[in-house]
């Protein structure tokens, strides 16, 4: 429902929001009258509920100039509103001042609009005609502060037209101003759905918007106002349960619980841990009771019965005394039965057990052998431990990404597949992980979000904490969406929307699990991304170096000169025909001497003239690349600066040589493209990207 001409009006004057002179008149006579009294050229407009986009059937007369001009134009409208027949809705004359644009400023657009996921946000771009033209547009959550909103507009072409663009004088400021008032109007008026500003023209005197609209909720309800992070009950039994217990196993077939105490014993947990059976005194060789209720002290429970049955086994685990549970039972509310998801929820809750789930692949810590999951990625020979966190909505993708990290050779501090996020959610996890010392990044598969906002709150506050937040999401097409739907029981909003808010948030977002991988390898080890843009690239190969030097160039990254004292130091090292000044060409000579490439790289490393080195070897086979990835392993670990490895040979041709630089922990990749957008995805947020 759209809002009166007046209510419009109020409603901006509220937010203070500047707005062109104008008068509203109900017949040509008055707009004859407004138009003497200001004086000046004037725009008369025809105003009506039924008329959304005025200039489209001529609404619109611009730059009318005198007494009798104004006449006409009024006249025109009164006829154009008996064309247009919109008596019934009613019409008026809208004459304002014209609105003179300050020189080489451009019409803005600022567009207001309820989103389901993360609430009243607001939308800047170029506006008018150019609102097609240049679909360029910066989104933040309402409300911004003014300087917000100048480092929004500054970010998008815009920004460029609106900051002195060909000497123009630079307004941003004065536009961020509006933008900011705007971004209230959502307080202003509570039911807002959508509203427009288009155009703000910015005048010598300041902008003003000269046209707006504001739709309303038809009915009034609940608006969703914002949350925030709210404080993460302890989650330490869940993660580092010191005793498990495994509900829903069975002493002659294998269910989900089977699989459990199966990888609990491959994977050597050090705890307690018991089953419940009913009759039997021993599953799979651990020690069973007939009842969860007989529980007594156990950190974390593995729930895996029926689903009708979850809630009284919750029940029982909470009465023997349970800190934790994992709910890895489905058919909740993914499958619609919100009732019976519900009340696991509830008695979880009243007996102050924490609950990961349902419909969960489970939880993993591999520092301490914790393994309650039934994901088949545990199946791997290598389950090292590590740095980087998983919280995935989709516990298959997210075993997928677990094992192709394990395969990498990424150390995982935490896995967890939240499920149907019935308590513990995302938000919740990360705020764990934020405060976790095991974990220095986190990756997290979205697949949609109820309560946006917490979810902002989450990733902003573990990103200045130093923790950088990787984020995939799916979910992004209608279709995609569809299938989410039905899969979490949560909604996916528009994806332009939550790729904004989560780069706002201070997010990484990724396009595809090999960039997420990609990524990922960057933060195995804390300092392994680039404190600064200067890259020094060591290569084998004079074409290496040229494609690699334009990759860097590509992501904004630097390719310094060396200086002559560093190139000096170089030439004492590699033969007199080698490039020298960056990109450093070791030439064939490598293949006389491999240890010229392990100087090479010290000296670079050593000097203070860059702050990382991209190695770039192409066909070097085993052994010689054995010797070569020694060397390069011996480097990066001296060095606090990370070393990242682009490597292009077939992978069976120098296994020996990766497989060095991947137990070391050095990022290595089969292609310099893939290289330098890992470098570029694990540079900090904001920095001169
Ligand atoms: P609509 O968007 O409904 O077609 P507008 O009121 O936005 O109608 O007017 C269309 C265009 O006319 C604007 O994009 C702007 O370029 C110009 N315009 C409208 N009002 C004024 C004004 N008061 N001063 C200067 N230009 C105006
Ligand atoms: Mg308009």
């Not at 509220?14 to 004037?42: I, K, S, T, W």
């Not at 302890?234 to 089977?258: K, Y």
């Not at 039997?280 to 009708?308: E, H, N, Q, R, T």
Request: overall charge negative; aromatic content about 4%; glycine content about 10%.
């Amino acid at each position: 429902m759209q809002l009166s001409y007046d209510e419009v009006a109020k409603a901006l004057t509220a937010a203070g929001v500047p707005v062109v002179r104008e008068r509203l008149a109900p017949d040509a006579a008055a707009a004859v009258a407004a138009g003497d009294e200001f004086g000046v050229p004037v725009v008369l407009k025809l105003v009506s509920p039924a008329l959304v986009h005025k200039s489209d059937v001529g609404a619109v007369i611009l730059d009318v100039r005198g007494h009798d001009a104004v006449a006409g134009a009024a006249g025109r409208l009164t006829e154009l509103a008996s064309i247009l027949q919109i008596d019934d809705d009613g019409w008026q004359i809208l004459v304002q001042e014209m609105a003179v644009p300050a020189a080489s400023s451009t019409e803005v657009f600022i567009g207001l609009k309820r989103d389901p996921v993360f609430g009243p946000i607001v939308v800047v771009g170029a506006g008018g005609k150019l609102v097609e033209l240049m679909p360029d547009r910066a989104i933040a959550a309402c409300p911004v502060t003014a300087p917000e909103a100048a480092e929004m507009i500054r970010g998008t072409v815009l920004g460029t037209l609106l900051g002195g663009f060909r000497g123009g004088l630079d307004v941003v400021d004065d536009v961020a101003a509006v933008v900011a008032a705007a971004s209230r109007l959502p307080e202003v008026v509570g039911d807002l759905v959508e509203a427009d500003l288009n155009p703000v023209v910015v005048t010598e005197r300041g902008p003003v918007a000269v046209d707006a609209r504001i739709a309303v909720a038809e009915e009034t309800g609940s608006v969703g106002e914002p949350a925030f992070r709210r404080p993460v009950p302890d989650l330490t039994p869940l993660f580092e349960p010191r005793s498990v217990a495994v509900i829903g196993a069975s002493a002659s077939v294998v269910l989900p619980g089977n699989r459990v105490l199966g990888y609990l014993r491959r994977h050597e947990y050090r705890g307690r841990v018991v089953a419940v059976h009913p009759t039997a005194s021993d599953v799979d060789g651990f020690a069973a009771v007939p009842s969860a209720a007989d529980l007594g002290d156990i950190d974390l429970a593995c729930i895996a019965v029926s689903a009708d049955r979850c809630a009284e086994v919750m029940e029982q685990c909470g009465v023997a005394g349970v800190r934790a549970a994992v709910v890895l039972s489905s058919g909740f509310s993914e499958v619609g039965d919100h009732e019976l998801e519900r009340r696991v929820a509830e008695a979880a809750d009243r007996h102050g057990i924490v609950l990961c789930g349902p419909n969960t692949v489970g939880v993993m810590s591999p520092a301490q052998r914790v393994q309650v999951s039934f994901s088949q990625s545990q199946d791997m020979l290598r389950t090292p431990a590590g740095s980087v966190a998983i919280v995935a909505q989709s516990g298959a993708l997210g075993g997928s990404v677990a094992s192709q990290a394990w395969e990498r050779g990424i150390g995982i501090s935490r896995f967890v597949s939240v499920g149907n996020q019935a308590s513990l959610t995302v938000a919740d996890y990360l705020d764990h992980l934020a405060a976790d010392d095991a974990t220095h990044a986190v990756a997290i598969i979205l697949e949609g979000v109820t309560d946006g906002r917490r979810l902002l709150a989450s990733i902003e506050h573990a990103t200045r904490a130093g923790k950088p937040v990787l984020v995939l999401k799916t979910g992004r097409t209608e279709v995609g969406a569809r299938a989410v739907q039905s899969h979490t029981g949560s909604i996916a909003g528009d994806y332009t929307v939550y790729e904004a808010l989560l780069a706002r948030a201070g997010a990484t977002t990724v396009d595809s699990l090999t960039e997420l991988l990609d990524a990922l390898s960057m933060h195995r080890v804390a300092s392994r991304v680039p404190s600064g843009a200067r890259m020094a690239i060591v290569s084998t190969s004079g074409g290496a170096c040229s494609m690699t030097a334009d990759l860097c160039t590509r992501y904004g990254l630097q390719v310094p000169t060396l200086s002559d004292g560093l190139q000096a130091e170089l030439a004492t090292v590699l033969p007199g025909y080698a490039a020298l000044a960056n990109p450093v060409d070791v030439t064939g000579r490598v293949t006389t001497d491999p240890s010229i490439f392990g100087r090479t790289m010290a000296m670079l490393l050593d000097s203070d003239e860059i702050d990382a080195v991209a190695v770039s070897i192409t066909t070097v086979a085993d052994p010689m690349a054995e010797q070569i990835a020694a060397q390069i392993v011996e480097q990066a670990q001296r060095s606090a600066k990370p070393v990242i490895v682009a490597w292009t040979i077939a992978a069976e041709l120098a296994p020996e040589g990766l497989g060095i630089l991947r137990d070391a922990g050095v990022p290595v990749f089969d292609d310099p493209a893939r290289a330098l957008r890992a470098v570029d995805l694990g540079r900090p947020r904001g920095t001169d990207r």
